[in-house]
């Protein structure tokens, strides 16, 4: 269930990012920002309220909580405890920092590489936000169908590789320079690596954690 479940939080996740960035921009140019903040703000609890409502794990073990100390330890402490009883722990944190790494970078960017190319503010919310928004999506499912098929260990390593090659696709671009046809292209196999490298990473961080600290492992 991992990499269904890895999918639906990227779907998830990119439509919650499409809300509050081209949404909220919406919302303020026909309404005024006090309307746009009071939107965004009515919307955020929506995810609270769905985790308060999720339930707990089936047999989970009821800790004890009888004092603040006991809450702390169970809450805080023993999550890291446990992580850190695992061989290598230290590799597995360094390997998560550095897997979307490359990503990271690019997407910083990418917005004045584009201007600088020569592409309209136009061109790139056509082609940048709305086309690669369906791409990113597309890929997450994809990327969830190869972890079910191939398992999380190969799929990151598929992922990575795709996600290497959609970086130095960019290089093509800066030579090309201004053209659509190639700017769709990019950031249609840009996206669609990125969605299917995430959608892997939340799986391969879903099966690190202990269902007895979720939260807290999650959260490292």
Same mark, same amino acid.
């Given at each position: 269930?991992?990499? $269904?479940?890895?999918?639906? &939080?990227?779907? @998830?996740?990119?439509?919650?990012?499409?809300?509050?960035?081209?949404? $909220?921009?919406? +919302?303020?140019?026909?309404?005024?920002?006090? +309307?746009?903040?009071?939107?965004?703000?009515?919307?955020?609890?929506?995810?609270?309220?769905?985790?308060? *409502?999720? @339930?707990?794990?089936?047999?989970?073990?009821?800790?004890?909580?009888?004092?603040?100390?006991?809450?702390? /330890?169970?809450?805080? +402490?023993?999550?890291?405890?446990?992580?850190?009883?695992?061989?290598?722990? %230290? #590799? &597995?944190?360094?390997?998560?920092?550095?897997?979307? =790494?490359?990503?990271?970078?690019?997407?910083?960017?990418?917005? !004045?590489?584009?201007? !600088?190319?020569?592409?309209? /503010?136009?061109?790139?919310?056509?082609?940048?936000?709305? *086309? @690669?928004?369906?791409?990113?999506?597309?890929? $997450?499912?994809?990327?969830?169908?190869?972890?079910?098929?191939?398992?999380?260990?190969?799929?990151?390593?598929?992922?990575?590789?795709?996600?290497?090659?959609?970086?130095?696709? =960019?290089? +093509?671009?800066?030579?090309? @320079?201004? !053209? &659509? $046809?190639?700017?769709?292209?990019? &950031?249609?196999?840009?996206?669609?690596?990125?969605?299917?490298?995430?959608?892997? #990473?939340?799986?391969?961080?879903?099966?690190?954690? !202990? /269902?007895?600290?979720?939260?807290?492992? %999650?959260?490292?």
């Amino acid at each position: 269930q991992q990499g $269904a479940g890895a999918a639906t &939080i990227v779907f @998830g996740y990119r439509i919650g990012m499409l809300v509050a960035g081209a949404g $909220a921009l919406f +919302i303020a140019t026909y309404f005024g920002w006090f +309307i746009t903040y009071l939107t965004m703000a009515v919307l955020l609890p929506i995810g609270g309220i769905a985790a308060f *409502f999720a @339930g707990e794990p089936h047999n989970r073990i009821q800790p004890a909580k009888n004092t603040i100390k006991e809450w702390l /330890k169970h809450a805080a +402490i023993d999550p890291f405890m446990n992580f850190m009883g695992k061989s290598g722990w %230290y #590799f &597995i944190l360094i390997f998560i920092i550095l897997y979307k =790494f490359g990503d990271a970078f690019a997407s910083v960017m990418s917005n !004045n590489f584009y201007l !600088n190319i020569g592409f309209s /503010k136009i061109e790139i919310a056509s082609i940048v936000k709305i *086309f @690669g928004f369906g791409a990113t999506i597309f890929g $997450a499912f994809v990327g969830g169908s190869i972890v079910v098929r191939f398992g999380i260990y190969k799929s990151l390593f598929i992922c990575a590789i795709l996600q290497m090659l959609s970086t130095a696709i =960019f290089i +093509i671009l800066a030579i090309i @320079g201004n !053209n &659509i $046809a190639m700017l769709g292209l990019t &950031i249609g196999f840009e996206n669609l690596s990125s969605g299917m490298g995430t959608a892997a #990473f939340v799986a391969y961080i879903s099966h690190l954690c !202990n /269902k007895e600290y979720t939260a807290t492992q %999650y959260a490292l």
